[in-house]
């Protein structure tokens, strides 16, 4: 057990009283020292707790980078073209689209005007040794491909790509109050004195009022009522962050990949009672969110609906959505698939793990049904829209 952070968390409850569950994984994934993704350990890897598409095998950036250059094109081909990914982990979507790239020609690395690639990486990445881990990383894969911290205040043209980012967003956890003023209680957390425990207690649900009016705006924004006792999650963060995407992006598009689902569906009492919220380590989900902060994944589905409504509020164009396994086969999966097979270097090794990874990338119970949303701004009116929309399923 993170102990040290555990006594934090727990103190700041002593101090404060009852804190929203957001605010415990806003600490438990992100404290600047101890926090999950800012601790420096090995994750998402195969030897981490999770595997993401990038870290399971090129063959997803490969794909992806097909989009990438058809994104630029869509553009007009601007020179520089940042690719600015939120979330950049150890950079392996990064590598695995400039190979993409490079494999299939794309002019977005050759020299420019400026003697330079067009294409231009900014990674947005909260953990220290993994923005340091990518650079070393690319600079070793993409040479000649500038990569660079996000300058604020400069307002790109290009793409903005987030793979399993929003996922991590911290939630507040309310649940169905029908005889109450909102419809809803939150769900804080306490901590409950013990002292045959270690650290003297634990952490304990509190039902209390709701701490934030935000909670039940929110809801009813979407036409969602809680059924009573229905347990469910709200991501107020998602919005800020998608103002945050809008702000810096003056031409372009945005990809959202991750898991979720639309509000009805995501707040549908039979289909989810109790929620979403799980705890992630060692391949393993579990349902005690309290244990271990800091060493633990935690992660809720996202509320696409309120994901759309607060990039259109934002000043984004809502492009579309389909199915991570329809967008990556309207993007050329097949064709990327038949050229890495015809590599006369290709092993029987290699040949069994891409096997796998393409089947855990198309099936809907997993990878597969991820969704990829797009948003864009700026785009050339009647545009065409982006390939891998092309024979789109909503997700
Ligand atoms: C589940 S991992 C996904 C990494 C990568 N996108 C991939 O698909 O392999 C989430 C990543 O987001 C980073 N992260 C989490 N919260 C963040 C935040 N608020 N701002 C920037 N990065 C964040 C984590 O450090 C981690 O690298």
Redesign the pocket.
Known sequence: MSDALAARLRDEIRALGPIPFARFMEVA??DPDLGY?TRGAPR?AREGDFL????MDPVFGLTLARQVDECWRLLGRPDPFVLRE????SG??ASSIVDGLRADGSVLLDPGTAGAPPLRYEP????AA?RRELTVRLAATAPGVAVADPVPGLRMSGLVLA???VD??PVHRVVGRPGAPDGIAEVLVGWADDPAAPLGGRFVDVVADPSTPALAARLAAEGMVLADGQAAEVRLADAAWVAGVARDLERGHVLVIDYGAPAAELYDATRRPEGTLLAYSAHRALDDVYGDPGDRDLTAHVDITALEAAAAAAGLEVLGRTTQAAFLLACGLEEVLGRLRADPALTMERYLTLRSAVRRLLDPRLLGGFFVLALGRGLPAGGDRLRGLAGRRDA
């Not at 939120?86 to 982990?89: D, F, I, K, N, T």
């Open positions: 994934l992100t993704y998402p993401t598409a990038p870290e939120h979330g950049a982990g392996a979507l947005v990445e909260i953990d993994r793979n399993e980012l991590a967003l």
